[in-house]
C-alpha cells in the first residue's frame, strides 16, 4: 500500500504558492511530510493525525481530511529554499506499524 | 543531540566482497529502520527494529543482514550482493514503533556494487 501524490512535479517563480496532495484508499492513521534535497536526507516537516487538524510551520501549512482519506501540503510565497523533492509518507495503524511513502513531488522554485 | 550517523558515506564493493554499514543514533530512540532509495524514488523501507527486535522486513533477500547490537546501533552486513543493489541506504530512528512521531533520517550511505 503506497499513498498516491500529485502533482509529480512542479515548477515555481519565488514568491508562488504551491499546494501537493496525497491520497489513500486505505485508512490512513497519520500522514508525515518530509522534504528531501538532492544528495541529501528526508527532513522532517509535520505530522497530521486523524481529526481534520491542520498544521503550519512558517509558510508551510498542511491539512488532513480524515473523510476523504487525503493530505495537502500548502507552500506560500515560495523561497528558492522550498525546491527540493516532497514525500507524504502514511502511518498504518493496525498489527503492522510503519511508514510508507509516495512517489514524491519535486518542486523548483526559480528566481 | 538529533543525530543519526551513517557510516562509511560512500563504499564501492565487488560482488563477492562482504562489508557492513553502520548506524548510531543517541536520542533514545527504541525504533530504528533501515530505507533503500533508488534515485529519483521515495525510500523503500527495509527492516524495522523495534526494541532491539526485528520488528518488520520487508521480504528483502538474505543478501542484506540486519543486526542491532543494542539501542544506539543499528548495522546492515552485505554480502554477494548485484549491482541492481547499488542505491542509498538511509537509517533512521523515531521515539518508538508505535508512537506516531517524527522520523529522524541519516545521510545515508551511498553503496555501488561493481
Not at chain 1, 499513498?3 to 485508512?27: F, H, M, T, Y
Not at chain 1, 481529526?51 to 487525503?70: C, D, P, T
Not at chain 1, 507552500?75 to 512517489?103: E, I, R, V
Not at chain 2, 564493493?13 to 529519483?40: D, P
Amino acid at each position: 500500500q503506497q499513498p498516491v501524490q500529485s502533482p509529480q512535479a512542479v515548477i515555481l517563480r519565488e514568491g508562488e504558492d504551491a499546494v501537493i496532495n496525497c491520497s489513500s484508499s486505505k485508512a490512513l492513521y497519520s500522514v508525515h511530510w518530509y522534504r528531501q534535497k538532492h544528495g541529501e536526507a528526508p527532513v522532517f516537516l509535520m505530522i497530521l493525525l486523524k481529526g481534520g487538524e491542520q498544521k503550519g510551520h512558517e509558510k508551510i501549512s498542511a491539512s488532513f481530511n480524515e473523510k476523504k482519506q487525503q493530505s495537502s501540503l500548502y507552500l506560500t510565497a515560495s523561497q528558492l529554499s522550498y525546491s527540493g523533492t516532497y514525500f507524504c509518507g502514511s502511518f498504518y495503524g493496525g498489527s503492522n506499524y510503519k511508514l510508507t511513502f509516495g512517489k514524491g513531488t519535486l518542486l523548483t522554485v526559480n528566481p | 543531540d538529533t543525530e543519526v550517523t551513517q557510516t562509511p558515506k560512500h563504499l564501492v564493493m565487488g560482488m563477492t566482497n562482504k562489508k557492513s554499514l553502520k548506524c548510531e543514533q543517541h536520542m533514545g530512540h527504541r525504533a530504528m529502520y533501515w530505507y533503500k532509495q533508488k534515485a529519483k524514488k521515495p525510500p523503500e523501507l527495509m527492516f524495522v527494529y523495534s526494541y532491539e527486535k526485528l520488528s518488520i522486513n520487508e521480504s528483502v533477500p538474505s543478501r542484506f543482514s540486519p543486526e542491532c547490537p543494542n539501542s544506539s546501533l543499528l548495522n546492515l552486513h552485505l554480502h554477494a550482493l548485484q549491482p541492481e543493489d547499488s542505491a542509498l541506504y538511509l537509517c533512521a530512528s523515531s521515539r518508538d514503533q508505535r508512537t506516531v512521531t517524527e522520523a529522524f533520517f541519516g545521510q545515508g550511505t551511498r553503496l555501488t556494487v561493481v
